[in-house]
């Protein structure tokens, strides 16, 4: 996983960064785009005899328009940066993954970063409007625009979560929302995650839409509480963190549901935090989750994977499984009202072999999503990490086809060459033989 | 409308392996292809400069999944939203998009335009519902793009790239989509007789008082609107916010009126006729804050112009929608001169139908983006040979 890269440079504008691209070019160096490195699928990893270019020198918020509420910023600015320049006049910039005091908006622009607040309020790629990018011959162009319905295709959501593998963002055109009238926050505990589970579906069945909904199993809450020092109880099997928002009276109304609704499901302890602080603790102590586990272990694998949201008890209980199958202990910490589950599987390096051992552990994991109809990636990202897992998740046709968006950017693939696929793809060669696509295979679909 | 069922052999492929095989033959065969829905946007983009085949959906309706406790839904491109809406209301729910002509728009041909309606201004459009697609490249080469999972980065996301790509890159097959639940209530208040800026200051003020309408609706009579605002969620929030807006509206100095059904329907039908009918029709799309100076200098002149001209307007998304008869030579400049002014300050001006007298003299997209060139690449990566509706696109891709 260490690569020295040939050389690393941080350029302040995006004339320096194009300048930049044509000289790479000239000597037929790759190009590793990098925003803050916070990313946790290696996709800003270096990659031999590369360059890096390196984004966080562009820092800068460049334009506020509150009229048309749009901003436009420079690749580097920090994500919460973005709320904290708005928040004085009452407005946020809703994506909020749980690094957003270090990641950078280019960063999250090319993971297409979600967070816990995206069930309500989608992801990067639902607030990035329009983007300056540097193309792989060094030429800058603008794609989208701050207006609705720019002409032609729609190049932002193919760039947005590219993974530095297009183009390099140097200027990202952002929409961002007006602070709603109230929030609230549910906390709930319960004997098993089997009851928190059918908790979050009857939530969503009631027709609510959270902002949140955020699970932690026993072992994330007995981490969390070691580190942050949270007054959650200890001997529960899991807990929900709900989040409310919207007009006052709606999000009272909700937020009743919401309490019936988990204490009708076993709930242990039900807490509605009215004071400010209070919910801002609480989530503290889940933004703090993955950093918690070293309270109780010497090192974690953090996986990122996605099922429906009804496969939630049952696949818990399979991960359960895999825990006692493998000796390995998992804490779950996730994102469970759209399915997207992050499970640390709790290791020590020193013990030879068991860091490799977590990581076939953590692979299995994603088996476990793809068999439900899930992902491999919910906000993390692809990079160096799961390239090898695309083929499963994935036929030649599906790659072949994302490959012909890259072909299209980036045909030298001079940007991030080694992200992403499992083979390397070129471009130029024509598909072969006819395979049977999985829809045909399934029977979802035949051949006439 | 430029592409006629007619003009070409026609193809009903029954199922997504059979469209497959039918254009690995077309490709064979070097044909150019279009593909077919509803054919409700058949006046859309430039003639395509050749069809021998035209592929139809209409043999594609089914539902191939629905989990109502994911709120998920996969379906075949052929369907049309109202049959969908029908088989997802008894689990009341939803898709959250309201384009035009439900009963006949395809769920393929609303992402194929990305078609939209007034509640785009809650939800988005359907680029923000889409969570995977199936498609079939012009060589016959299915693919998979996303999952049926709301939250999910893994690969280039191609279905949001399909999205508003007007038939020029692949078939769209099958969509899985999010879903939403229906709202408890839903309340409209009209607001009579607003000036452009009037407008402008209530959107302003929409978003001071913190208000989540779930659509805003501004009909043109004369050189004035009538703006409906809807609200829609659990009661207790929609009847909060109907109290606040007639506040807002007062402080404006407008009159308002709670719209029952039959009133509501006959905005709809105004909204509908004005995206729908008319020889000429045209939609504007600028940031929102532009209203008044669109409205001044875009909207009336070309009014003045046309007969039977009419004009409605989401003046929260910023798009606006003029339709009519075109009577008078002049309009011919005064549609380049719109559009000058449009371009000018960051928008496009894009006539959505116009009969040939005016398409010959006036190109309908508008000066191409500045991203132009790789959007060329795009159509030469998927479609090399230029058979999928050839021309028809912007900048003649």
């Not at chain 1, 995206?118 to 989208?144: M, Q, W």
């Not at chain 1, 790659?399 to 890259?406: A, E, F, H, S």
Request: aromatic share 6%; net charge neutral; glycine share 10%.
């Amino acid at each position: 996983m260490r690569v020295r890269p040939a050389l690393v440079v941080l350029p302040a504008t995006t004339d320096e960064v194009s300048r930049c691209v044509k000289l790479a070019r000239e000597f037929g160096m790759p190009i590793v785009p990098r925003g803050s490195g916070t990313g946790l699928s290696g996709g800003a990893l270096p990659i031999e005899g590369c360059v890096v270019i390196g984004l966080s020198r562009m820092r800068k918020i460049l334009d506020v328009d509150f009229e048309n509420q749009r901003m436009r910023l420079q690749p580097g600015v920090i994500n919460l940066d973005v709320s904290r320049r708005l928040a004085p006049y009452g407005y946020y910039y809703a994506p909020d993954p749980s690094s957003q005091s270090v990641c950078s908006i280019g960063g999250n622009v090319a993971e297409n970063s979600g967070g816990a607040h995206c069930l309500k309020y989608g992801f990067t790629a639902n607030h990035v409007v329009g983007l300056t990018i540097v193309l792989a011959d060094g030429e800058v162009v603008e794609i989208g625009g701050a207006w609705p319905d720019p002409l032609g295709y729609n190049l932002t959501s193919a760039v947005v979560g590219s993974e530095g593998m297009l183009g390099i963002v140097t200027e990202v055109v952002v929409r961002f929302l007006r602070r709603p009238q109230a929030t609230r926050t549910v906390f709930a505990t319960f004997p098993s995650t089997d009851q928190a589970g059918e908790a979050v579906s009857r939530i969503i069945a009631a027709g609510i839409v959270p902002a949140a909904i955020e699970m932690m199993d026993k072992l994330a809450i007995e981490a969390i509480v070691a580190a942050t020092g949270v007054d959650w109880p200890l001997d529960v099997g899991a807990a929900l963190l709900i989040d409310v928002d919207g007009i006052a009276a709606e999000v009272d109304r909700c937020a009743e549901a919401a309490i019936e609704i988990v204490r009708s499901c076993g709930a242990l302890d039900v807490r509605d935090p009215r004071d400010e602080n209070e919910r801002a603790l609480m989530w503290k102590g889940r933004k703090g989750a993955f950093a918690a586990m070293g309270r109780i272990s010497p090192n974690y694998y953090v996986q990122d994977g996605v099922i429906p949201r009804s496969e939630i008890a049952v696949v818990l209980r399979e991960i359960a499984e895999l825990s006692r199958e493998s000796g390995f202990r998992i804490a779950n910490v996730f994102h469970a009202g759209d399915g997207n589950l992050h499970p640390l599987v709790l290791y020590d390096e020193r013990i030879p072999g068991e860091a490799k051992e977590a990581e076939r552990v953590a692979a299995e994991i994603l088996r476990i999503c793809i068999r439900h109809g899930g992902s491999i990636t919910g906000e993390h990202g692809v990079g160096a990490d799961k390239a090898a897992y695309m083929g499963e998740m994935f036929n030649d046709g599906d790659l072949d086809t994302m490959n012909l968006v890259r072909c299209a950017f980036d045909p030298g693939r001079i940007f991030n060459p080694t992200k992403v696929f499992p083979t390397p793809r070129l471009c130029g060669d024509r598909p072969g033989t006819y395979v049977p696509h999985a829809v045909e295979t399934a029977g979802l679909a035949a051949r006439g | 409308m430029i592409i006629r069922s007619e003009v070409g052999r026609l193809y009903r492929p029954a199922s997504v392996g059979e469209a497959a095989t039918t254009l690995a033959d077309l490709a064979a065969k070097k044909q150019t292809v279009s593909v077919i829905g509803g054919e409700t946007a058949l006046d859309l983009g430039n003639p395509p400069a050749r069809i021998d085949a035209i592929v139809s959906t209409s043999a594609l309706d089914r539902v191939v999944e629905y989990a109502p406790a994911d709120q998920i839904v996969t379906v075949e491109a052929g369907i049309t939203l109202e049959q969908l809406q029908a088989r997802l209301r008894p689990n009341r729910q939803r898709l959250a998009v309201d384009p035009p002509l439900a009963h006949r728009a395809t769920i393929g041909g609303i992402v194929a335009t990305d078609a939209y309606g007034p509640r785009r201004s809650r939800y988005g459009t359907i680029r923000d519902l889409v969570v995977g697609m199936t498609i079939v490249r012009p060589d016959g080469t299915l693919a998979r793009g996303g999952g049926k999972v709301v939250k999910n980065v893994a690969g280039f996301d191609v279905p949001k790239l399909m999205v508003g790509s007007l038939g020029t890159l692949a078939m769209i097959a099958t969509v899985t989509l999010r879903l939403h639940p229906l709202p408890e209530r839903e309340r409209v208040l009209a607001l009579r007789d607003c000036s452009a800026s009037q407008i402008r200051r209530l959107a302003n003020e929409i978003v001071a008082a913190q208000l989540e309408p779930s659509l805003v609706l501004a009909v043109g009579e004369g050189e004035r609107y009538t703006v409906c605002v809807g609200f829609e969620g659990f009661a207790a929030g929609v009847d909060a916010q109907i109290v606040s807006l007639q506040a807002v509206a007062e402080g404006l100095g407008v009159q308002t009126e709670e719209l029952a059904a039959a009133e509501r329907s006959a905005f709809d039908e105004a909204h509908e006729r004005t995206r729908t009918e008319g020889a000429l029709r045209i939609k504007i799309s600028a940031l929102p804050g532009r209203f008044p100076e669109i409205d001044a200098r875009v909207i009336g002149p070309l009014l003045a112009l046309l007969e039977a001209g009419r004009c409605v307007a989401y003046p929260t998304v910023g798009v606006a929608f003029i339709a009519g008869k075109a009577f008078d030579p002049r309009i011919i400049p005064a549609l380049f001169e719109a559009r000058r002014v449009v371009e000018s300050g960051g928008g496009t001006l894009v006539i959505t139908a116009a009969p040939d007298e005016i398409r010959e003299r006036i190109d309908v997209w508008g000066t191409p983006p500045p991203a132009f060139r790789l959007m060329r690449a795009l159509k030469e990566r998927f479609d090399p040979e230029h058979r999928f509706n050839p021309g028809r696109f912007v900048g003649g891709l």
